[in-house]
């Protein structure tokens, strides 16, 4: 069975840090470009930033400097190390591949930024 699995969110103050993860289980990880997305309340879900088979990491420009996509195929496992956070950093996180048709959606890890 497909599935994502989110974890690592909690509340932080602005300029502090903190590192995502996320578990796929059910497909061939090492053969997905894997990508980061997050949403806020009456908002579109948006894409953050992406990491290819072979470790390549592409960033929105807002995130780009402050965070970093790695992943340990071995593990099946996609992180997000977030520095610098700001209040906008304020989302639920998820992951799913960069391109359609996307894997069923985990249930995200909330990432609050806030003093």
């Known amino acids: 069975q497909v599935q994502l699995v989110e974890s690592g969110g909690g509340l932080v103050q602005p300029g502090g840090s903190l590192r995502l993860s996320c578990v796929a289980s059910g497909v061939i990880f090492n053969s997905k470009t894997m990508a980061w997305y997050r949403q806020t309340p009456g908002n579109e879900r948006e894409y953050v930033g992406s ?65």
Do not use: E
Request: with cysteine; charged share 15%; hydrophobic share 30%.
């Open 51 to 115: 990491i290819t088979t072979g470790g390549s990491a592409y960033y929105v420009d807002s995130v780009k400097g402050r965070f970093t996509i790695s992943r340990d195929n071995a593990k099946n496992t996609m992180y997000l190390q977030m520095n610098s956070l700001k209040p906008d950093d304020t989302a639920v996180y998820y992951c799913n591949t960069f391109t359609v048709p996307r894997l069923p959606w985990g249930q995200g890890t909330q990432v609050t930024v806030s003093a």
